[in-house]
């Protein structure tokens, strides 16, 4: 599937999910030219982008 159908699929944004294969986040992803191609059954990555605080 293409970034969009993901970003549709997992609820985010088109350019988050081309950031997360950038960063190898999404196992299998691979770049075609300009379009990044992941594979229909990728899991979303957990968002590492913040801190829990337990407290």
Do not use: H
């Amino acid at each position: 599937m293409s970034a969009k159908e993901a970003a549709l699929k997992w609820g985010i944004s088109k350019r988050r999910v081309q950031v997360l294969c950038a960063e190898d986040r999404i196992e299998g992803a691979s770049k075609v030219g300009m379009v990044w191609v992941i594979p229909i059954d990728a899991k979303k990555p957990d968002d590492e982008r913040f801190k829990i605080n337990k407290n």
